[in-house]
């Protein structure tokens, strides 16, 4: 008899082999990173990243298999699981066109916590933007979606590029757009994204950041301003310029 090598049997032996090699020890501390329950087999990420690497190697000349092995591990609310489901594709990045681009919009729907949010936005979603830059529109739309993940994803999802000189005029729209966002978890994506334009170009990230410092939560200007040297830091700091929204 042929070994059963649907998707479906597939991610059925990937959940077991993570079941049996987890440690319930490491699952019982990662919840201390978390506000919402979630889920863990206990794997380290190194190993977890020896996995993806061979599970790819396994898979990558099927890749409509490959993909859709993925996607159910990313369905799935296990943090190790839907971490798999990124780490590999990595690998496959390059042969990804807009289809998979749209596919993995798609997965934004699936996320539960921060982790597999900034997983799928910063090590897929951002290459395919820097790869595919007519696609750089996509998340200011996501930055008015009611979904809180959308909206980080708006600004996680820029962060490969402006990495590289990319998007600023974008990163300035989505900025603008998330400026008043009450939810933390977009605050935190915020100010991850400035914190990494002022870290690769302060010229231009210093006077965005000294024009929002009235209107900006404490949050999203400090992690904005962590990279700066301490005297860009303490100009856009000032007292004076943190307005009532502390």
Known sequence: MRPDTSAASIVCGIIAHLEEHGSAEHAAGVQWYFKEEVRSHGWYTAALRRYAKALHTQLAADQALLLDVAERLFRSRCLEEKALAVTMLQPSLGRFGSPEFRRFETWLGQVSSWADHDALAMYLIGPMLV???????????????????????????????????????????????????????????????????????????????????????????????EKLTPALRERVLATQGLGARR
Do not use: N, Y
């Open 131 to 225: 790869a595919g830059p007519g696609r750089v529109a996509r998340p200011l739309r996501w930055a008015s979606s009611p979904s809180r993940w959308r909206r980080r994803a708006a600004a996680v999802s820029l962060i490969h590029g402006i990495r590289r000189g990319l998007f600023q005029e974008e990163a300035m729209a989505v900025t603008e757009r998330l400026l008043a966002d009450r939810d933390d978890m977009v605050q935190k994506g915020l100010g991850w994204l400035l914190r990494e334009w002022a870290k690769h170009d302060p010229k231009a990230a210093v006077p965005v950041l000294m024009a929002i410092r009235h209107r900006a939560s404490r949050l999203v200007l400090r992690t904005g301003c």
